[in-house]
């Protein structure tokens, strides 16, 4: 399955992309988490996007769509993906039409996940994130069953740089001006599949699952 998924930052589309990944055995691909591991690491791409995450706002269009791209052509994505944070611009979704349309392998759909702000910002601030395996817990909502340790590994959990409530704010301003119109460009495309994602973790995964039934195998 080629799968998009949309939503504000906090809606919970990397905790939901990564509980769908293991259900249909596709990548999970989160820019995100890629131009995190970038700032990491201190390359180039590294350097260019932190200032712009640090100050809530988004990273151009060509660094993000090259790659992108160069990580669709990755042997494990020839099945399927997810993609979780991309496109956020319409520059990247056409992009994005553009590049699996020439490869015969358009997207299937795009889930939009829907929340309300002020539930974003509670989710975001009780965010913890555990720098090994990239599992997130939350403070209120999904605590860890040992203080600040991840379950799966034992690594010590940590924040998120972006997680504090001005940059926040932020994000979800950008999310609006940038992001939102994308709603109409793939409801156009008869793509777009509404998710209320204000609900259990459990709750929303299953309504994840029924927004696909038509197409998850
Ligand atoms: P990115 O990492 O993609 O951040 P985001 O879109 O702001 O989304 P988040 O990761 O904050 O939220 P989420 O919806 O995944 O929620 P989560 O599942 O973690 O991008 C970061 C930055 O990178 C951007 O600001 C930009 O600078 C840059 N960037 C990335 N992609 C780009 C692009 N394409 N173009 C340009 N720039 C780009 O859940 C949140 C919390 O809630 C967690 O604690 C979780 O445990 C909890 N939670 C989840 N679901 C539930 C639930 N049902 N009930 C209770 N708690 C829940």
Avoid at 133 to 161: H, I, V, W
Wanted: proline residues 5%; glycine residues 8%.
């Amino acid at each position: 399955m080629r799968l998009v998924l949309l939503g504000p930052p906090g809606a919970g589309k990397g905790t939901q992309a990564g509980r769908l990944a293991d259900r249909l055995t596709i990548p999970h691909i989160s820019t995100g988490d890629i131009l995190r591991e970038h700032v990491e690491r201190g390359s180039r791409l590294g350097v260019r996007a932190r200032a712009y995450m640090d100050r809530g706002e988004y990273v151009p269009d060509d660094l993000v769509v090259r790659m992108v791209m160069d990580r669709l052509d990755e042997p494990d994505a020839q099945k399927g993906f997810i993609l979780d944070g991309f496109p956020r611009t319409v520059l990247q979704a056409q992009a994005l039409e553009d590049a699996l349309a020439g490869a015969g392998r358009p997207l299937e759909a795009v889930l939009k996940f829907t929340i309300d702000a002020d539930m974003a910002i509670k989710r975001l601030s009780n965010r913890w994130l555990c720098p090994c395996c990239k599992r997130t817990y939350n403070a209120e909502f999904m605590r860890p069953r040992e203080d600040q340790l991840c379950d799966d590994d034992g690594c010590g959990l940590t924040r998120r740089s972006d997680d504090d409530e001005i940059t926040v704010r932020r994000r979800l301003e950008v999310y609006r001006d940038e992001t939102e119109p994308l709603e109409l460009f793939y409801w156009e495309r008869g793509l777009l599949r509404e998710v209320n994602a204000q609900a259990r973790l459990e709750l929303v995964t299953e309504r994840t699952m029924e927004a696909l039934s038509d197409i998850a195998s």
